[in-house]
């Protein structure tokens, strides 16, 4: 069983940036994949990036060039820097890992992120 907690989530004005971070606990030895979904009201969860042990990343064509991922992977810990910021990037924010981009079952609980034009 993981858990993940996030942090760093708020409200930014179009253009600006904001850091998140991640940090899982519990069984960590068994994480491979460490990642960022988001959700907009009305629309469906979302990946956005995605980072594996060895570093290996996937982002969203949404977000290539503004947002960047890393992981710390001896404090279990996955960080989303996001710059140039759009509304339409306004969403709650998950956290999620697991063993393969095929199996990652293990989620946080979201931390908003708002966008003001």
């Known amino acids: 069983q993981v858990q993940l907690v996030e942090s760093g989530g708020g409200l930014v004005q179009a253009g600006g940036s904001l850091r998140l971070s991640c940090v899982g606990s519990g069984s960590t030895w068994g994480i491979g994949v460490m990642g960022w979904y988001r959700q907009a009201p009305g629309k469906q969860r979302e990946l956005v990036a995605d980072i594996s042990r060895g570093g290996s990343t996937n982002y969203a064509d949404s977000v290539k060039g503004r947002f960047t991922i890393s992981r710390d992977n001896g404090k279990n810990t996955v960080y989303l820097q996001m710059n140039s910021l759009k509304p339409e990037d306004t969403a709650v924010y998950y956290c999620?890992?697991?063993?393969?981009?095929?199996?990652?079952?293990?989620w946080g609980q979201g931390t908003q992120v708002t966008v003001s034009s």
């Open positions: 999620n890992a697991g063993i393969t981009r095929s199996f990652r079952p293990s």
